[in-house]
């Protein structure tokens, strides 16, 4: 094998590589893949520590409802929670917003 060879078989073999993770057919779609799914990864790890953040402020308000004698969830909220997310994003907040508020509840 040649040394071209050996290069242009190695170079295949990185663009098949990459074109399997990101499903792109040319090295630059890959590129830009791949860039933008660390972007991506960097902004997971952002709304994931909201989501943490948030949990801890909820816990905070079901707390002092609690202690207060009151109960640990306020239907109204949720409801204003849920409207807000829809109206932001539609149909699919709603559900998102579902899930933060169960994620949020009995954390006392």
Known sequence: MTATTATATATATATATQA????????EAADVITGARERIDTLDDRIIGLI???MAVS?????????SGGRRVNLARELE???HYRDALGKPGTGLAMTLLELCRGRV
């Open 20 to 27: 399997d993770k990101t499903g792109a057919r040319t090295p």
């Open 52 to 54: 943490q953040e948030r």
């Open 59 to 67: 816990a905070v308000i079901q707390e002092a409802r609690i202690t």
């Open 81 to 83: 929670v849920l409207a």
